[in-house]
């Protein structure tokens, strides 16, 4: 009787080790995300600041 206890309880561990898993490559991933839309709206700003000073090279006549 106590057999069929120990598997449920070995099955039942390893899904919550599956689903802490998913849930951490879940944040991961965001974060990863975030990052970058970080990263690329810096870069934007930044090439918007240099085309401020700079001057566009674009003459329309």
């Known amino acids: 009787m106590n ?3 120990a598997l449920l309880a070995v ?3 390893s899904c919550s080790v599956v689903t802490v898993a998913d849930t951490t490559l ?3 991933a965001t974060t990863v995300k975030v990052g970058v839309t970080v ?3 810096t ?3 930044a090439a918007a600041g240099v ?3 700079a001057g566009s090279s ?3 006549q």
């Open 26 to 28: 879940s944040v991961v």
């Open 58 to 60: 674009d003459d329309s």
């Open 3 to 5: 057999m069929p206890l």
């Open 11 to 13: 099955f039942c561990s």
């Open 51 to 53: 085309k401020a000073v």
């Open 39 to 41: 990263v690329s709206a």
């Open 43 to 45: 870069v934007d700003v």
